[in-house]
């Protein structure tokens, strides 16, 4: 009995997972071909506009998103085939929502959650044993997935790269956001047994405040408000 009630949570998330549409996606985001949904999250391909990896986070910020969260090997493959299948632009950096800034070599994605599964180039992440790690790891607190390098992620600055004598060249690249999927989607199994998923309950953000790093508080429902955390 325990097996087939297994079977049908399995059936049911199944059935849930290819209910789900653009349409479950916050109202605010652009319904286009770079919005796409995986996994109950909404990802957002903001790929042909170029930020710092503070602007980019403030930018997701705004709209009641983070960075892209990932945080499983299914999310990486997803991200990694959109962009190399369904985007052509010309860039090849992405940011995601990974850093280690407030302790070097402790990274954590934007919402504190820590680092478990990774995917990291053999020249970056904290069990990099590579000269040019070694010489730029303080400084490279910022995250991204690299196309040209199948996907991998490398340690960039999130601001600026400091290390040229003469030059202080900003560190620009697209990014991708990520949104919870809001589920309209009810699921009826056997039994007459229904599963629901609840609906996103943040509303629509925007805020004009530079909280930098540190990004906004939110409230005790998980939504952000326009004040910067302490
Ligand atoms: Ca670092």
């Given at each position: ?32 071909t ?18 710092t ?10 709209r009641?998103?983070t ?33 280690d ?31 040019s ?18 996907g ?41 047994t ?37």
């Amino acid at each position: 009995m325990k097996y087939f009630t297994k079977l049908f949570i399995v059936a049911a998330f199944m059935g849930l997972a290819t209910c789900q549409s653009t349409d479950d996606c916050p109202a605010t985001i652009p319904r286009d071909t770079y919005l796409k949904i995986f996994g109950g999250f909404c990802f957002q391909f903001l790929v042909s506009q170029k930020r710092t990896h503070t602007q980019a986070r403030q930018d997701c910020q705004s709209r009641g998103g983070t960075l892209a969260l990932v945080k499983t090997q299914e999310i990486q493959t997803f991200l990694y085939t959109a962009l190399s299948n369904d985007f052509h632009e010309s860039y090849d950096k992405i940011w995601i929502g990974l850093n280690d800034v407030d302790k070097e070599n402790e990274f954590k994605w934007e919402d504190g959650a820590p680092l478990t599964y990774s995917n990291w180039h053999e020249f970056s992440g904290p069990n990099s044993t590579s000269y040019s790690h070694a010489l730029n790891h303080n400084e490279n607190d910022c995250v991204v997935i690299d196309t040209e390098s199948d996907g991998k992620w490398a340690e960039y600055p999130c601001e600026q790269q400091s290390f040229l004598l003469f030059f202080h060249e900003a560190e620009l690249h697209p990014y991708i956001c990520q949104y919870v999927a809001s589920a309209s989607t009810a699921v009826t199994g056997g039994a007459g047994t229904t599963v629901t998923v609840m609906a996103n309950p943040c509303p629509a953000f925007s805020c004009d405040l530079d909280c930098g790093m540190s990004g906004f508080q939110k409230d005790q429902s998980g939504c952000s408000v326009c004040k910067c955390a302490v």
